[in-house]
């Protein structure tokens, strides 16, 4: 995710999972403001009262109020008395004595974090001759937006004021029956009985169920096509996983809209906890509900079952030991399960034993019910949001310190080392013992050697650690999906979201590392991710997050979720396009990644308030059918993947990254030069490492190996044999281990390149690439500028604390940072920051005359040694900013031309220029994240005067400039880059065409390097185009731009192509003319031809 905020996660959990709904009106009611509370009412407080006439004062009253996501309650303008109970059905106040005769107020001001929020109450007034009043959360109240003064109180006239809003009935999702809510004290007996005589039609059965014999299903390569066989009858891998309640008009609407369009399996996902009512005590309606309902609303359907296996609160509190413990912090300060969330330890045996007792009772059940026949998938969900990554990991808290996890790595230990002394030797730490061994805290994890990676001996101890939490990951997961196999004997498929390695940020503290051990497992059938949040606007390319052509080599099956936001999502959030055109865009590109790349796909449809909708559009639900015609029709016909590029990936490396600067180059590696691949018109395929011996490579003309920094002896073997007379490009420390050694040597021995043995490396922000080599000359030389100082004012301001000043709010700064001082001398800034993002800046008011430039001279300390500094001045109008600096732990001068800064990315003015005088300055800190403190001085900052040149040179920016890099020291090799500041080496080649060596130990080679590989090693490049986004196979071809026009399409073979939707003749050859609209998906399909 990002993924869904936690929010969305509470509604997600019940949309699917309740088993009523809001077309069931009850006495009292969720009600909000008149507006569109996930939207309009998101991060909003809203203002509720009610006024009550009493003739006497109450004999006795009580109200029982519950609000998401919280409240304040005052009476006649007065604080409401203690309340009794707190929890998931709200709290109790007695009204008693509290109420008087004449007008009486309840007020409630109510926030609402996100998504769906309201307020639900229900109480009673007993008056003196036993009449009773009833209180209820309806139209009777009056809301706004303000709070005037005076507006809690009696006697206020709130006739201004509009009628309340009823969002949803107690029945609603995403609160009824979800394990946060409990609202049956808020339900009348006659709101039951009017319940249950609206729900039983909507759970009517499929004619002939019983003598149904329950479904198996499978997954299989057909045709070299992924498709679904259920029954023995293969079908298209699409799947529909709405977060929809299916007991409501517009779930089943929603339903009822993929199942015309051809798809008929649908994944539901509830959690666990909803069903545990206590130790060993389970109730299943609800769960027995929603799958009735769903084969009441489509007759063919079958579901896929998603369970998260996160227990009730009342176990977590009777077991604390179990519960996971965080470096970063010893308290549980957050309901986000990315943060300090409470929650039981993967390694905890006892949570194990009881969630494993509840998901085989909930199957068992299942298995017994006629509507259990119809479920052909079971997936455990743990972590993150489901999606087992480490709890506290994507804020870096550092899991999982507690008892749990502790004794379980002990054990871990003693199986690997079985004695103190070998263990000793291992850490080099004579002190430790197998029995006294802890879980490394924050700063082992995040120190390294020089280069940013754990040496041998100084890194056992981490490394050690995150692989004992990785494996207890996947034996968990490979536990639950045994007990479902068993349970079903056999005939039902298994999967988790697993496999994720692009966009995660902490690959050790929470990524998925064991990837192998799983796709080695019977038990395990299919590995779900979403694919990439960063990369979804038109004109992106789509990108998945897993290594995706690894699961079919393996047997197994990628699921892509795309959880596109489509134009019809509210929010402009997570890559959401804008209208229809980009919607149809969208979908067509992700549905033919799946194609290209033999995956499967599940439409995940979590809609504007978290129960479905995305797709409720007359020509998006069209466009669903089209693509399941496509995938129907390649099903049927043989497909072949026809990549010339392999990009090699390998999971063991990751173990050597410490938790700074390596973990943040090697998420930045990734990114970038899948950016750059993307923008080629290559198609490439993504492996693991580990699986170069099992696949046929004979038809790559190109490897890339972006991150394979630990390469054992055996490996090193086969990838000698698989790229013997191919060309290679390796990047960052290809090899610097072989599991035993460290260092140049090992390096030197995988790429062929000699190396510095320098231990330290050098830092660069830019690379220099000489004239002379053929593959760098396509690099668009650049204005090198240099200014030679005549006068230097300095900027007096800079010297006084009260000039500078943080931006942001209280409630950033209580969430984000944990440190932001500064004080000023005689020479300029000390700026002390501690942040869990990864950027932060400080401003400074000062005005500054015509100038050429600024000087100033930086050091950082801590967490600000080796960040990105970029400094951004102010002008009259807009924003500029300069090429971004290098942080060094000794003071280095820098002369900043002014005609080098550009337009800051995020100013919305519509300056061109920088006008003066300057308004001012701001330092942008970069990388700094993981709540690590730092120190950034910055002195002697003037305005300076000089002659200002600039001459055109063949360089480009190391996006990763904060981490030292090794050195090649080759002279056999031709030089292709080097450091500007010192000249040493940091990419060079060798070999002769098509099979040519590179090395770059920058994590980073550019667009136009790429290409200029690609056409040396006779890769074919369907479209020579940075603005088309190219994928393809055999058969088809997926073509998309946000820019448009008229483009040549090379292929790698004579062919005739049509559109595969149209039939509409494009050309045959090799080469032919192909026009694209603007913010489009073209499918073409290659057929033989007689040229």
């Known amino acids: 995710m990002p993924r869904i905020a936690f929010a969305m996660i509470v509604a997600l959990a019940a949309a699917i999972c309740a088993a009523a709904a809001d077309d069931v009106p009850t006495a009292s009611s969720w009600i909000w403001y008149p507006e569109n509370p996930s939207t309009d009412g998101r991060d909003q407080t809203r203002y509720l009262r009610r006024s009550i006439e009493l003739e006497s004062a109450p004999v006795r009253a009580t109200l029982r109020v519950r609000a998401d996501d919280a409240y304040t309650f005052r009476i006649n303008g007065n604080e409401a008395p203690e309340h009794v109970g707190e929890g998931a059905a709200g709290s109790v106040y007695d009204l008693t004595g509290v109420l008087r005769p004449g007008e009486n107020v309840l007020a409630f001001s109510v926030y609402n974090a996100g998504n769906v929020g309201g307020l639900i109450v229900r109480g009673s007034i007993e008056l003196p001759g036993g009449q009773v009043l009833p209180i209820c959360s309806d139209t009777s109240f009056r809301v706004s937006k303000e709070a005037p003064e005076g507006w809690e109180a009696p006697g206020f006239d709130d006739r201004g004021w509009p009628e309340a809003s009823i969002v949803g009935s107690a029945f609603a999702t995403p609160w009824f029956r979800h394990s946060s809510f409990d609202l049956r004290p808020f339900i009348t007996e006659a709101d039951w009985e009017k319940w249950r005589a609206w729900r039983e039609p909507l759970l009517k059965l499929p004619d002939g169920l019983d003598a149904e014999p329950a479904a198996r299903a499978r997954f299989e390569y057909l045709n070299g096509s992924c498709a679904l066989v259920i029954n023995d009858e293969p079908r298209p891998a699409l799947v529909y996983r709405g977060t929809v309640d299916p007991l409501t008009s517009h779930g089943r609407r929603q339903i009822d809209l993929f199942r015309d369009a051809g798809v008929h399996v649908y994944a539901a996902y509830m959690p666990l906890a909803q069903f545990w009512t206590a130790p060993g005590e389970f109730d299943f309606e609800a769960l027995d509900d929603t799958i009735r309902a769903y084969l009441s609303a489509d007759p063919e359907a079958y579901i896929m079952l998603h369970l998260r296996l996160v227990p009730p609160d009342w176990w977590m509190n009777q077991h604390p030991d179990e519960m996971v413990r965080y470096a970063a912090g010893e308290d549980f300060n957050t309901a986000d399960e990315s943060g300090r969330v409470m929650r039981p330890s993967f390694a905890s045996k006892v949570w194990l034993r009881d969630a494993l007792e ?83 805290g924050v700063e082992p994890r995040r120190s390294a050697g020089p280069l940013g990676f754990h040496e041998p001996v100084q890194g056992q101890w981490v490394m050690d650690y995150y692989r004992c939490q990785q494996e207890v990951t996947v034996e968990d997961i490979d ?180 938790d700074d600067a390596a973990m943040r180059a090697h998420h930045t590696l990734l990114t970038r030069v899948t950016d750059e691949l993307y923008r080629t018109g290559a198609p490439f395929d993504t492996l693991l490492q580990s699986q170069l011996s099992e696949v046929d490579t004979s038809g790559y003309r190109l490897f890339i190996f972006p991150a394979s920094i630990e390469v054992t002896p055996e490996v090193r073997k086969t990838i000698a044999k698989v790229t013997e007379g191919r060309s290679v490009l390796w990047l960052w420390a290809p090899g610097i281990s072989d599991g035993e050694r460290y260092g140049a040597e090992p390096m030197a021995e995988l790429t062929g390149f000699g190396m510095a043995e320098s231990s330290r490396g050098v830092i660069t922000d830019r690379v220099l690439c000489p004239a002379g080599s053929a593959l760098t000359e396509g690099i668009a030389p650049t204005k090198q500028w240099e200014l030679v100082a005549r006068t230097a004012t300095p900027i007096a301001e800079a010297l006084d604390a009260a000039n500078w000043y943080n931006p942001r709010d209280e409630e950033t700064m209580r969430k984000q940072y944990t440190r932001f001082d500064w004080k000023t001398d005689e020479t300029g800034l000390a700026w002390d920051v501690s942040a869990a993002v990864n950027w932060s800046d400080i401003h400074l008011t000062a005005p500054i005359g015509t100038c050429d430039g600024i000087s100033l001279r930086v050091s950082g300390e801590g967490a600000c040694e080796g960040a990105g500094l970029r400094l951004v001045v102010k002008g009259v109008e807009g924003e500029f900013v300069a090429p971004q600096l290098t942080v060094k732990g000794n003071q280095e001068t820098h002369m900043l031309p002014l005609a080098a800064f550009e337009k800051a990315a995020w100013d919305r003015t519509n300056a061109t220029e920088i006008t003066f005088p300057l308004r001012g300055m701001k330092l942008v800190i970069d990388a700094i994240g993981g709540s690590r403190a730092g120190t950034l001085r910055v002195a002697e900052l003037s305005a300076v005067t000089g002659t200002v040149t600039g001459h055109d040179i063949r360089s480009y920016a190391n996006p990763v400039g904060f981490l030292p890099l090794p050195i090649i020291m080759d002279e056999t090799a031709t030089t292709l880059g080097v450091s500007p500041g010192t000249g040493e080496v940091v990419v060079a080649g060798r070999g002769a065409q098509g099979a040519r060596q590179v090395l770059s130990t920058v994590p980073y080679v550019p667009r136009e390097l790429l290409t200029a590989l690609m056409d040396d090693a006779g890769v074919c490049r369907y479209i020579d185009s940075p603005d088309v986004i190219v994928r393809a196979d055999g058969s088809l071809i997926c073509l998309h731009t946000a820019v448009g026009g008229e483009y040549r399409l090379n292929l790698p073979h004579a062919a005739e192509v049509r559109n595969s939707l149209t039939g509409e003749y494009i050309g045959s050859g090799r080469q032919m003319s192909v026009t694209l609209p603007a913010n489009s998906t073209t499918l073409l399909s290659v057929l033989p031809t007689d040229e």
């Open 358 to 440: 509840i998901w085989t009772a909930a199957i068992n059940h299942l298995e017994a019910q006629p509507w259990g026949k119809r479920i052909i998938a079971h997936q455990p969900g743990y972590g993150i949001y489901t999606e087992w990554h480490y709890f506290g990991s994507w804020h870096q808290q550092s899991p999982d310190t507690g008892p749990a996890m502790t004794a379980h790595f002990r054990e871990w230990l003693r199986a690997r080392y079985g004695t103190d002394t070998a263990l000793q030797k291992a850490w080099g730490k004579p002190e430790v013992t197998l029995a006294t061994a802890s879980v490394p």
């Open 479 to 658: 536990l639950f999906c045994a007990a479902a196999k068993q349970a079903t004997g056999g005939r039902v498929l298994c999967g988790a979201f697993y496999g994720y390695f692009y966009g995660v940020p902490p690959q050790t503290q929470g990524g998925h590392l064991e990837l192998e051990r799983l796709l080695a497992s019977p038990n395990i059938d299919y590995f779900a991710a979403p694919y990439d949040y960063s990369h979804r606007l038109m004109g992106d390319d789509g990108r998945t997050r897993a290594i995706q052509d690894a699961f079919p080599i393996a047997g197994k099956v990628h699921m892509i979720e795309a959880d596109t936001r489509t134009h019809l999502h509210p929010v402009n959030e997570h890559g959401r396009v804008q209208d229809v055109e980009q919607s149809l865009a969208a979908i067509r590109r992700e549905v033919a990644t799946a194609l290209l790349h033999r995956s499967a796909l599940w439409w995940c449809d979590f809609g504007s308030n978290g129960n479905g909708g995305w797709y409720d559009h007359p020509e998006l639900i069209a466009e669903v059918a089209r693509m399941v015609r496509l995938a129907q029709e390649r099903l049927e016909q043989p497909q072949t993947r026809r990549a010339e590029v392999a990009v090699i990936c390998d999971l063991r490396s990751c173990y050597r990254l410490g």
